[in-house]
């Protein structure tokens, strides 16, 4: 049995894409008695203040995963999403500062399992590859990578020879982050690079109450789901939904923020409680059946982007509004498997983003409550199991 020393940048709990991602990757290999798994996530510490607690792991859900540390994680952001702001950029730096000063720590832990690879869950983790290269133990051994983000352009040399040198192979999670990857780093060889999807799977769980609690059943409900950021477009989505009179529709925002932006997003959704509902954080968003209780997942990302929810929605039947045109539709052969149930508007465009709203909202032909189990629904754990163990045995 081969051992996978996974790398995880966020709690194994983080109801966020990468988090779910990972829960669902040892998940998917629950049926395969050839590998386990060994997880270390990132600690959390901050200055000057307490430690973040961690967030309890019944590894019985998961047989396959042995153990669980929490331990130091260099970071670094170097993706598109992370914030400019110079608070942010203080903090990331001494958060940086602690991370690299403990991560000895994290390698001790590492020499200790001697892994038959490293799986990394994200490309914010390669300050770690750098100091995992310098063990004589962990010099040669196979190194994975997942790439979940669009990498800065801009990325130092350091990190351009990580990703050049020390990565035995990447597997990005759709197209898009592929394009990015290969643009911004042209050396990295296309034999060491896999397109695969995240792993996904739909629930026939009836809606948790609390996501469609006084909403009438007739009414059509949209969601947005993910941090509440500019980034995201959630001012656009909210705006565009409240320029058209949409008396028998709800737009569910789930997320969560404390920034003026985040204010200013909870202020509206007080001042238009019959059309808007901000209902924060949420877990389990699958489990607990959210996506079997909504019509339309609406993105409003400044450029054409996916995302985990944007399958989670389309892998339970739902339609989706993204930005874009249909050539970049077209070129995401992922995506376009679900082409049917895709919408697309021009990106950052309020008139274009309220026409595909009533566009989609006319498409919704399947009842919210009564008939989401006709819904066409699929899961692609077999496949993505397929797929990961030929990289997994590529590098062994």
């Excluded at 709690?11 to 991602?21: D, L």
Aim: net charge positive.
């Amino acid at each position: 049995m081969k051992t996978i020393a996974v790398l995880s940048h966020v709690n194994f709990n983080s109801i966020y894409g990468a988090g779910t991602s990972l829960r669902n990757h040892y998940d998917a290999f629950r049926i395969c008695n050839d590998y386990q798994f060994i997880h270390i996530e990132r600690r959390k510490i901050i200055p000057f203040g307490k430690k973040e607690k961690s967030s309890e792991l019944k590894l019985s859900h998961y047989p396959n995963v042995k153990a669980r540390f929490s331990l130091p994680l260099p970071f670094s952001q170097n993706h598109d999403g992370c914030s400019n702001t110079i608070s942010i950029q203080v903090k990331a730096a001494i958060r940086f500062l602690f991370d690299d000063i403990g991560a000895w720590k994290t390698i001790n832990r590492v020499n200790k399992i001697k892994p038959d690879a490293v799986h990394i869950n994200s490309l914010v983790l390669l300050p770690i590859v750098r100091l995992l290269r310098t063990q004589k133990c962990l010099m040669y051994t196979p190194i994975i990578a997942h790439v979940r983000e669009l990498l800065k352009y801009n990325l130092n040399r350091h990190q351009q020879n990580i990703l050049t040198h020390q990565i035995n192979h990447f597997i990005c999670i759709d197209k898009a982050a592929y394009n990015r990857l290969i643009e911004v780093v042209p050396s990295i060889k296309r034999s060491q690079i896999s397109i695969i999807q995240n792993p996904f799977i739909y629930s026939n769980e009836n809606p948790d109450p609390i996501f469609l609690e006084n909403i009438p059943k007739h009414f059509k409900v949209f969601a947005i789901v993910g941090k509440v950021s500019p980034d995201k477009g959630v001012d656009l989505v909210c705006r565009a939904f409240l320029s058209h009179d949409f008396s028998d529709a709800m737009l569910i925002i789930i997320g969560d923020a404390n920034d003026s932006y985040g204010k200013a997003i909870r202020q509206m959704c007080e001042a238009y409680p019959n059309r808007l509902r901000w209902l924060g954080e949420q877990s389990d968003l699958v489990y607990r059946g959210f996506f079997n209780g909504i019509d339309v997942l609406v993105r409003g990302d400044k450029s054409f982007r996916t995302g985990r929810t944007v399958y989670e929605a389309l892998f339970s039947g739902v339609r989706v509004i993204l930005p874009g045109s249909s050539t970049e539709l077209g070129n995401d052969s992922i995506l376009n498997n679900f082409a049917a149930n895709v919408d697309l508007y021009e990106p950052n465009s309020l008139e274009s983003l309220t026409t595909t709203l009533l566009q989609s909202k006319f498409k919704c032909t399947q009842c919210r409550i009564k008939n989401h189990q006709a819904r066409v629904k699929r899961n692609n754990y077999n496949e993505y199991l397929e797929q990961v163990i030929n990289v997994y045995q590529s590098v062994f």
